[in-house]
T-cell receptor
Framework: GNSVTQMEGPVTLSEEAFLTINCTYT??????LFWYVQYPGEGLQLLLK?????DKGSNKGFEATYRKETTSFHLEKGSVQVSDSAVYFC?????????????FGTGTRLQVTL | GAVVSQHPSWVICKSGTSVKIECRSL??????MFWYRQFPKQSLMLMAT?????????EQGVEKDKFLINHASLTLSTLTVTSAHPEDSSFYIC????????????FGPGTRLLVL
């Protein structure tokens, strides 16, 4: 079956530091990969996605590249801000359209300090 | 982006009572709604998927008589935890999806249930 493994948090960084949150996956077929962010008191929001190998998803300064050879989709940001403090979830789906179901990792809490 | 609301945001109840959680898509019609359960430091576990007007499809291991799901309209789904027990205490998250797959799936803020 499908599974997603994320690095355990919490990750604590100073503002302007470089961020990497590791994500690896196991899936049948050719999954689509996602990163979601959950700010305190809010629902999960789609941060970025990639649908095929070597695609790079990007949004709000965050990037992740779909690496099929290493089955990874690591999240990176060059310079984090305090406002990036949140929980980040890596996810995949191996079907398309309305039949698809998301499989989530355990989430990684990021805390950015001044 | 689209907004999904959940009500209540938290609830405390006595063992043996039933609790209803509402999930609404506020500005779009949800073809499909999902209910997840999240334990501390664990991932979101899909409980069931429902389409408007039809019976929910439950994931393996989820008791359909314990967790009743009603998808009454394209903007409303409810989850009723029947005869709740302390082991049902958890964080429940609903999600609503439009007609274009995961990119149009939006999540509610969650409901924390504590059963005493």
């Amino acid at each position: 079956g499908n599974s997603v493994t994320q690095m355990e948090g919490p990750v604590t960084l100073s503002e302007e530091a470089f961020l990497t949150i590791n994500c690896t996956y196991t899936a049948t077929g050719y999954p689509s990969l996602f990163w979601y962010v959950q700010y305190p008191g809010e629902g999960l929001q789609l941060l970025l996605k990639a649908t095929k190998a070597d695609d790079k998803g990007s949004n709000k300064g965050f990037e992740a590249t779909y690496r099929k050879e290493t089955t990874s989709f690591h999240l990176e940001k060059g310079s984090v801000q305090v406002s990036d403090s949140a929980v980040y979830f890596c996810a995949l789906t191996s079907n398309t359209g309305t039949a698809s179901k998301l499989t989530f990792g355990t989430g990684t809490r990021l805390q950015v300090t001044l | 982006g689209a907004v999904v609301s959940q009500h209540p945001s938290w609830v405390i109840c006595k063992s043996g009572t039933s609790v209803k959680i509402e999930c609404r898509s506020l500005d779009f019609q949800a073809t499909t709604m999902f209910w997840y359960r999240q334990f501390p430091k664990q991932s979101l576990m899909l409980m069931a998927t429902s389409n408007e007007g039809s019976k929910a499809t439950y994931e393996q291991g989820v008791e359909k008589d314990k967790f009743l799901i009603n998808h009454a309209s394209l903007t409303l789904s409810t989850l009723t935890v029947t005869s709740a027990h302390p082991e049902d205490s958890s964080f429940y998250i609903c999600s609503a999806r439009g007609d274009r797959g995961p990119e149009t799936q939006y999540f509610g803020p969650g409901t924390r249930l504590l059963v005493l």
